[in-house]
């Protein structure tokens, strides 16, 4: 009897040993916060929609969201700087720089041309002659007085008349903004340019 009864005892202690620990693992794995599963993805650089919940994915989504559209912002706000530093630079009563002083002198040589007399006395063409030839002489940027004078040697004013005049000084301009890869203008319009105004009635 003591036999079986030693037996049973010792089945019954492995049977109860065997649960215990079976019953402890099970009760670890319940027991383990949740918030731990995210603790690996917390440390990535970008959301995992793998390993989070759809709510957790999206709010980290709407945090990247937000964070990109600040910086995007700031990098906005940082080019209307640059932009608005770059249009005071540009302000109308500082020096003028090379090509500013170029559009300028240009303008003011077209409505010369524009406003010369049809029929020049001696006197005027004189005048004139001496003007576009003193030119090269005075003008504060010395490459472009040279280009200038180079054309003047090789292409020199014709100021016979109003038109052949005009028709000169476009050229001469035309052979400034070929060298510079420019649009060439039709020298044909050039009193509707610079005298008469547009046929289309838009400067008037």
Request: glycine residues 2%.
């Amino acid at each position: 009897m003591s036999i079986f009864y030693n037996i049973f005892y010792n089945s019954y202690l492995v049977f109860v040993n065997s649960h215990q620990r079976s019953l402890f693992t099970l009760n670890n794995v319940k027991e383990k916060p949740l918030d731990n599963i995210y603790t690996q993805h917390s440390q990535a650089n970008e959301p995992c929609r793998s390993c989070t919940d759809f709510r957790t994915f999206s709010r980290m989504r709407r945090q990247e969201f937000s964070q990109n559209q600040v910086q995007s912002e700031n990098s906005l706000s940082k080019d209307n700087i640059n932009e608005t530093k770059i249009l005071e630079h540009q302000r109308e009563d500082c020096p003028l720089d090379k090509d500013e002083l170029g559009r300028c002198t240009w303008k003011l040589l077209h409505t010369i041309a524009a406003t010369y007399a049809d029929k020049p006395s001696q006197e005027d063409q004189s005048n004139m002659e001496q003007f576009i030839r003193l030119i090269p002489k005075v003008y504060p940027c010395e490459i472009c007085a040279n280009d200038f004078a180079e054309i003047l040697k090789y292409h020199p004013p014709n100021i016979s008349s109003q038109q052949s005049f005009a028709k000169w000084m476009c050229e001469a301009h035309n052979m400034v903004n070929r060298k510079l890869d420019k649009p060439l203008f039709d020298c044909s319009k050039v009193n509707e340019r610079w005298r008469d105004g547009w046929a289309d009635g838009h400067c008037d």
